[in-house]
Every structure is written in structure tokens, then in C-alpha cells.
């Protein structure tokens, strides 16, 4: 079974679209993440829910809006998409807000945006 | 934000060869961890370390906080071809409950 599962692994675009990335952990963790990784591969945490609460909103366009429908649900919503959107979006999740060494990653979604 | 200087950027071994890579910040952290990235894959936490000096192994990976608690590294030895991939350090500092990345460690294992 996948701790961290987010769908779909490749998501081909056109600047303008709007599209939504889903991920769901089974491993029962209160807190669940984004995170974004550019083409030099650094990684850059985006959002952070605490039990479906947002509690870490980094500077993000208000284009991206995440949503927990519950605490095993972090879904991520992009609209008017912009061709530097491109880009490999993490999923994460840890036991708890104060466990976030231990980060669960999926497996990620690579955005590409025409 | 705190940055972390990851190095080397990149590193082409032979199998069999011992690695070795690092990370320093300009502040101090609490908190130093070791992250392995497969190619299309996300990251998995390797080795965390709580204690300035504190030396932890992982089977062939070892890892160390500095005395200093502003830096970390990670060895590597006999290297195989399956440790290819992307290592990140990270790190907490006092108060924070996000880890900062470093930019990472591409290694490359030639058969």
C-alpha cells in the first residue's frame, strides 16, 4: 500500500487551464503538505494543513488553493495556470505539526505548462 | 529565509567508492536530516540527527551533526549503483516546525 499517494503523475497543459492535484495518505498523520521542486530541484513548501486547518501559507499566488475535505486529503487547485508554474508538486504528510522532520512524501506530479 | 550551502552539487563515482557531502548554514539549527530522492520519485528521509556531535549510521550511510550545530554531513561507503539519486540535507532551527532544504547532491554511480 502507498503511504502518500497523489494523482496524477503527469499532468500536460496549456497556459490559462485550470487543474486540480489530488493526494490522500493512509498513514493516519494530522498534518499534510505541499511542496513545490523548480528545474534546479529545490524544494520549496508551499502550504501546510494541521487537521484539515490551513496553518503555513508561504508566498504562493492566490492562483493555487489547497483543500482538505478531511485529514487523509490535501487536493490542490490551480487556476489560469502560467507557463512558470512548470514544475514537480510534492505531497507530504507527518504524524503531527510538531513532527515535521519526518516528512512522508508522495511521489510527486510533474506539471508541464505549454 | 535561511539558506543552507549544500556541497558538492554533483558527484560522478565509481562503484565501490566512498562518498562524502556536506551542508552549512549561517545560523544554528536544532534539527539536521538526510533526505534521498530516486529519480521520479519524492523524497525519503534517511538518517535525523537531534544532537550537536551526535554520529548516526543507516547501514553504509553515516551522519553527522556538527559541534557547531551549523553543519551536517553525510558519508557514504562502498557505494553501489542503487545509491543513485538526489541527497538533500535539511534542517530546524529553534522554534521552526518547517525544515529547510538544501539544493541538494546529485550522485551518479558508475558500474
Known amino acids: 500500500d502507498t503511504a502518500v499517494s497523489q494523482t496524477p503523475k503527469y499532468l500536460v497543459t496549456q497556459m490559462g487551464n485550470d487543474k486540480s492535484i489530488k493526494c490522500e495518505q493512509n498513514?493516519?498523520?494530522?498534518?499534510m503538505y505541499w511542496y513545490k521542486q523548480d528545474s534546479k530541484k529545490f524544494l520549496k513548501i508551499m502550504f501546510s494543513?494541521?487537521?484539515?486547518?490551513?496553518?503555513i501559507n508561504e508566498t504562493v499566488p492566490n492562483r493555487f488553493s489547497p483543500k482538505s475535505p478531511d485529514k487523509a486529503h490535501l487536493n490542490l487547485h490551480i487556476n489560469s495556470l502560467e507557463l512558470g508554474d512548470s514544475a514537480v508538486y510534492f505531497c507530504?504528510?507527518?504524524?503531527?505539526?510538531?513532527?515535521?522532520?519526518?516528512?512522508?512524501f508522495g511521489s510527486g506530479t510533474q506539471l508541464s505548462v505549454l | 529565509g535561511q539558506q543552507l550551502n549544500q556541497s558538492p552539487q554533483s558527484m560522478f563515482i565509481q562503484e565501490g567508492e566512498d562518498v562524502s557531502m556536506n551542508c552549512t548554514s549561517s545560523?544554528?539549527?536544532?534539527?539536521w536530516l538526510w533526505y534521498k530522492q530516486d529519480p521520479g520519485e519524492g523524497p525519503v528521509l534517511l538518517i535525523a540527527l537531534y544532537k550537536a556531535g551526535e554520529l548516526t549510521s543507516n547501514g553504509r550511510l553515516t551522519a553527522q551533526f556538527g559541534i557547531t550545530r551549523k553543519d551536517s554531513f553525510l558519508n557514504i561507503s562502498a557505494s553501489i549503483p542503487s545509491d543513485v539519486g538526489i541527497y538533500f540535507c535539511a534542517g530546524l532551527e529553534g522554534g521552526s516546525y518547517i525544515p529547510t532544504f538544501g539544493r541538494g547532491t546529485s550522485l551518479i554511480v558508475h558500474p
Open positions: 507530504a504528510s507527518s504524524q503531527d505539526n510538531y513532527s515535521n522532520e519526518k516528512l512522508f
Open positions: 545560523s544554528i539549527f536544532n534539527t
Open positions: 494543513y494541521n487537521n484539515k486547518e490551513l496553518i
Open positions: 498513514l493516519g498523520h494530522d498534518t
